[in-house]
């Protein structure tokens, strides 16, 4: 059985720094591409960032870029997603999630494997 799970997330105040943990189980992913998306309160799940297999190509949604770092150890078979410079507007389920194929992508049915989520808060 393949599970992701999620750790590192917490309650932080603006201008906080956050490292989310996805370590993977049940299957290698060393040969596929990863991501990280969140869904807020009343809002549709969002892409945050992704990173090919070899962590040699990376995305990132203007919203986080030059703030949110996506990285991978593939001996470890796991995803990490440094998060600095927290604001309020990324409070959030933040998901770990896994493709089938090795490039990266950005929506959510480009994934095949997701995680249960972990919660990040910054108040305002």
């Known amino acids: 059985q393949v599970q992701l799970v999620e750790s590192g997330g917490g309650l932080v105040q603006a201008g906080d720094s956050l490292r989310l943990s996805c370590a993977a189980a049940?299957?290698?992913?060393?040969?596929?591409?990863m991501g990280w998306f969140r869904q807020a309160p009343g809002k549709e799940r969002e892409f945050v960032a992704a990173?090919?297999?070899?962590?040699?190509?990376?995305m990132y949604a203007d919203s986080v870029k030059g703030r949110f770092t996506i990285s991978r150890d593939n001996a470890k078979n796991t995803v990490y997603l440094q998060m600095n410079s927290l604001k309020p507007e990324d409070t959030a389920v933040y998901y770990c999630?896994?493709?089938?194929?090795?490039?990266?992508?950005?929506?959510?049915?480009?994934?095949?494997?997701w995680g249960q989520g972990t919660q990040v808060t910054v108040p305002s």
């Open positions: 999630a896994a493709r089938s194929f090795a490039g990266v992508a950005r929506k959510p049915n480009e994934f095949r494997y």
């Open positions: 990173i090919n297999w070899s962590g040699g190509d990376t």
């Open positions: 049940g299957r290698t992913f060393s040969s596929d591409a």
